[in-house]
């Protein structure tokens, strides 16, 4: 079943025993941030010229050490600096720690890299022969009036599972308030076997669901995890949609594999809607859904975080 007037959404959004959308506003901080997710501090902002780099702090006095630091790794090749003729050329420096050793079970994660509308951060720089993964520099040039700038990156919270939901024919879902309803499932589509590499989805069936109320939220941005009648997670498929208790297999060197040999990882997802604004949404499957007892979802939301009332000048003037 296939319609030109489909418009693809990169992901649902969070369903279970949710009332209400989450929290997506900016985060907005001056100069520092610190949670759970980790933390961001502002070292300083510096002034390049052809032979020496001055750098004063948040409250715009002097930073010496960060200047003769930032002198040495710029004379010593390991960082460039690019200026712009005729405007304000400076160097932001953050430290940055993102917890990547608790990335994967945290349910906040933080961005490691920044942007400003006039450049974005690189990474880390060879400091004193060992990398400083953590201090992030943003080489920016702005009109020269400008006096104060902002960083921005983001905030990822990822969201409870919403309980086991039943999946069927008639089943109501809800996402985040959004409340909806499965009206039909489609018939199988065969698996193409024109040379597609492994990686090709195998069979696939639509199910379609209806938005009961228009009133209610359009979401985005979700993951499902689906259970057969055992209650066991199903995550392997043949190129059927039949359940296996498999690994699936990942092609390295383009070798094309005949489909009966194939297993693919199981998925249930695609975020669909027929029209723009419109009430009916399509879920693409590679699972035969007479196979799915219930599905949940996971659902991140991400949000800005903007870090601003950086001094672009120190106090009193140039330093």
């Given amino acids: 079943m296939r319609t030109k007037s489909l418009i693809i959404l990169a992901a649902f959004a969070s369903i279970g025993a949710v009332s209400q959308l989450p929290d997506t506003s900016d985060v907005i901080v001056k100069q520092n941030y610190k949670s759970e997710a980790g933390s961001i501090d502002l070292a300083g902002v510096c002034k390049p010229s052809e032979s020496e780099i001055s750098c004063w702090n948040g409250e715009g ?23 712009k003729y005729g405007h304000k050329n400076r160097l932001i420096v953050f430290d940055v720690d993102d917890r990547p050793d608790r990335r994967s079970e945290a349910k906040l994660v933080l961005q490691k890299h920044l942007s400003t509308p006039y450049g974005s951060s690189s990474s880390g720089y060879q400091l004193r022969n060992k990398y400083n993964e953590n201090r992030m520099l943003i080489n920016l040039a702005v009109p020269k009036d400008q006096v104060e700038s902002q960083a921005t990156t983001s905030l990822t919270e990822k969201l409870e599972p919403s309980p086991k939901l039943e999946f069927k024919l008639g089943a109501r ?17 065969p698996a193409d076997d024109s040379g597609s590499r492994l990686g090709s989805p195998g069979a696939q069936w639509l199910v379609v669901l209806v938005r009961e109320g228009a009133e209610t939220p359009l979401p985005q941005g979700i993951s499902w995890t689906i259970y057969g009648e055992d209650g066991l997670q199903i995550r392997s498929v043949n190129s059927e949609g039949e359940p296996l208790l498999a690994i699936p297999t990942y092609d390295s060197g383009g070798t094309r594999i005949p489909k009966e040999n194939r297993v693919f990882q199981a998925s249930l997802g695609g975020g669909v809607y027929a029209d723009a604004g419109g009430d009916e949404m399509y879920m693409s499957t590679n699972l035969n859904p007479a196979r799915i007892k219930s599905v ?24």
């Fill in 173 to 189: 879902l809800e996402f985040f308030g959004a409340k909806f309803k499965i009206v039909k499932i489609g018939e199988k589509q």
């Fill in 61 to 83: 006095l002097p930073n010496d050490v960060l200047g003769a630091e930032l002198t040495e790794v710029y004379k010593k090749g390991d960082i460039t600096i690019n200026m």
């Fill in 296 to 319: 949940v979802a996971r659902c991140s939301v991400t949000r800005n975080l903007i870090i601003k009332g950086i001094p672009l000048e120190p106090k009193g003037g140039r330093p």
